[in-house]
């Protein structure tokens, strides 16, 4: 509750008395009522206002919060008339988690990521060594007291649900009276129930009627979330947001630079706020038309200069039953919510936009993927997973500490489990139960890590006959790669790239090449010597 206080000197303008009960009467000027009239000296009422006021000879100290006092004198200063005032009330409405649904898309068919994502759903990617993507958005709502979340997957989804399965439920995570609930693409009868997701709000409008059981009754609000990005946020900031402003919609946003707004659904939005403009992935004119001056927004010139679009970052709060409302009946033929469902609605609905201003990161496409993930590494990174307030959660795997021995490391991560022997990393990231052997240089790596060990026995076996067991094996150079999982690379290998290769497509041979990064495929075999 608010309170106001107000201090009356002698010679003070005040509202003419009204009725017989001496209270001040409502009108449309003035602070507190009409045009003030009238002077505390020789005028007539204050007889009346003395009946209701408590007679002091001196003004006393105001010591009891939360109460307004009115204050008058007379002419002659020595007397003081004190009351005692109800203060208006002012009531903000605060944003309960308990009325709110969580929604992580589980992506497409995850093409952009690809070779990475040929055997696992986009949101299932490693990242930072020991965590997937799907476990940042799953660690920001749990951070932000949001219990009730749904994450919608259709394909590959077979690494993520287990994922979702081992971590989320049970193992110290508690989500109270809330739930996680993995729903699937499925058929359904019906015509249109023949189809799997066409996009984002139609993936979103096939599961609308789980929000007719009886423990999604309270839901008022509904949180969409994308699973590809790297970042750390509370909801509750956005969605009190959403709350203050009365927003049908609210999307979060953020300034981006010239050479990555076309990735993006870019918007405008007025002085208040409101988006008043919604342009998905524009190019040419239509990209120019959409810069804005990002000084307005609390931007240096120099910064509004590098980043003059504002760019949505894929996370929505929706109304309820605006949701519905738009997915049902209004344009239910639409599968997307950047390019079809928004720029429609912000003619119609109250859009706003939440300006995020920390780190944020869009890692849908192979070559942010690599970059975000080698920034960690940074001596001074702009994201990282320390946080004690704000932890990051991911699947408990109880795996030993990492065995190091005569090692040259620099700016690395390395990952639980692992065995590195008498190895040179830089700038690199090492996952979980990596084996690298003697003499190996690894720069500029991203290594996904095992998802099981082989035992020393099997390891000599296996180069007992010739063959290559999971790993680096010695003397093996590495620069500018992802290894994905399970990778078995042999003695002796080169992987540079020397002919700075953008793009090549060679699976026969164990790899691909993306935006001059080489990219080993899971399970693949590289044979000793072999330079790529």
């Not at 009409?34 to 007889?47: D, P, S």
């Not at 939440?354 to 994201?383: C, H, M, Q």
Request: hydrophobic content about 35%.
């Amino acid at each position: 509750m608010d309170y106001c206080c107000t201090m009356i000197n002698k010679g003070t303008l005040l509202p003419k008395m009204c009725g017989g009960d001496g209270g001040l009467r409502n009108g449309d000027e003035g602070f507190w009522g009409e045009k003030i009239r009238g002077r505390l000296n020789g005028a007539v009422w204050v007889n009346h206002v003395q009946k209701r006021l408590v007679f002091q000879k001196q003004i006393r100290k105001v010591t009891k919060p939360g109460v307004a006092f009115s204050v008058i004198t007379s002419d002659s200063g020595k007397e003081t008339l004190v009351e005692t005032l109800t203060a208006p009330k002012f009531e903000r409405r605060r944003i309960d988690p308990k009325n709110v649904a969580a929604i992580i898309l589980g992506g497409g068919a995850g093409t952009q990521l690809f070779p990475l994502t040929s055997k696992a759903a986009t949101p299932a990617v490693p990242v930072g060594g020991c965590y997937r993507l799907i476990d940042i958005p799953m660690s920001n709502c749990i951070n932000s007291s949001i219990n009730k979340i749904f994450v919608l997957t259709q394909f590959n989804s077979a690494s993520l649900n287990r994922h979702i399965s081992r971590t989320y439920f049970g193992n110290g995570v508690n989500f109270g009276d809330g739930f996680v609930e993995v729903l699937a693409a499925t058929q359904t009868s019906g015509e249109t129930g023949m189809n799997w997701f066409q996009g984002t709000a139609d993936a979103v409008r096939q599961f609308t009627w789980v929000f007719e059981d009886a423990k999604n009754k309270d839901i008022e609000d509904i949180l969409i979330l994308s699973g590809d990005h790297l970042y750390r946020m509370d909801y509750l900031n956005l969605l009190q947001n959403h709350i203050d402003r009365d927003a049908d919609i609210t999307v979060s946003c953020v300034p981006v630079g010239e050479s990555r707004a076309s990735d993006f659904g870019l918007l405008k939005f007025d002085n208040k706020g409101k988006v008043v403009h919604f342009a998905e992935k524009p190019k040419g004119e239509d990209l120019h038309a959409m810069r804005v001056d990002t000084t307005l927004l609390g931007l240096s010139q120099q910064e509004a200069e590098e980043s003059p679009y504002i760019a949505s970052m894929g996370i929505y709060v929706f109304k309820k039953d605006v949701l519905f409302k738009l997915l049902r009946w209004r344009y239910p033929t639409s599968n997307d919510f950047g390019s079809e469902i928004l720029p429609a609605a912000v003619t119609e609905h109250n859009v706003q936009a939440y300006l995020f201003r920390d780190y944020w990161e869009d890692i849908g496409t192979i070559k942010s993927f690599y970059d975000a993930n080698l920034a960690l590494t940074d001596e001074v990174p702009k994201f990282q997973f320390y946080d004690p307030k704000t932890p990051f959660f991911t699947s408990p795997r109880f795996l030993p500490p990492s065995k190091i021995e005569k090692c040259k490391i620099k700016n690395a991560i390395i990952s639980h489990g692992c065995f590195l022997r008498e190895c040179s990393i830089e700038h690199s990231i090492v996952g979980e139960r990596s084996r690298i052997d003697s003499g190996v240089e690894l720069k500029d790596t991203l290594m996904l890590g095992a998802d099981y060990y082989q035992t020393e026995s099997e390891i000599a076996s296996l180069l007992a006959n010739g063959k290559v067991p999971i790993g680096v094996g010695s003397n093996t150079k590495i620069r500018n790669c992802i290894i994905d999982k399970n990778a078995k690379i042999g003695s002796d290998v080169v992987i540079m790239n020397k002919d700075g290769v953008e793009e090549g497509d060679r699976a026969d041979e164990g790899f691909y090449i993306r935006s001059g990064i080489t990219i080993i495929l899971e399970k693949a075999t590289i044979k000793d010597g072999v330079v790529i």
